[in-house]
């Protein structure tokens, strides 16, 4: 049997601009400047330009997410589990299955329990 391959990721730098400009504040602490947009799915794992993979965090929120900060992870689990179902729905969908979102929210520090 083959590798399945990926899907291209999609592209869409429109939204990202529409996105970008609808961003009034950070979706974790509130922070209304040097906002970035963070792919969830990330983009280097085929993490697609779509609404349902975005969050909006604060310039400091996201380089600690991307340095690998175990409480930055664990607050954007925990935000996307509780105030983003939307999130929850795309990765699942997007890495396969239920089994594959649990297994996300475990690497950001998020169990069952919590």
């Known amino acids: 049997m083959q590798d399945q391959k990926r899907k291209p990721r999609?592209?869409?730098t429109a939204l990202l601009r529409l996105l970008k400009f609808e961003s009034?504040?950070?979706e974790i602490t509130g922070e209304t400047f040097n906002l970035h947009l963070h792919h969830c799915v990330l983009k280097s794992q085929s993490g697609d330009d779509v609404?349902?993979?975005i969050v909006c965090l604060s310039e400091g929120l996201h380089t600690d997410y991307h340095h690998g900060d175990l409480a930055t992870r664990?607050?954007?689990a925990t935000h996307i589990k509780?105030?983003?179902p939307d999130i929850s729905e795309y990765i699942a969908r997007k890495l396969g299955s239920q089994d594959a979102l649990i297994e996300w929210y475990a690497k950001h520090g998020l169990t069952r329990k919590a």
């Open 10 to 12: 999609i592209k869409d």
């Open 74 to 76: 664990l607050a954007v």
């Open 51 to 53: 609404r349902e993979n």
């Open 24 to 26: 009034l504040e950070c």
């Open 82 to 84: 509780t105030e983003r």
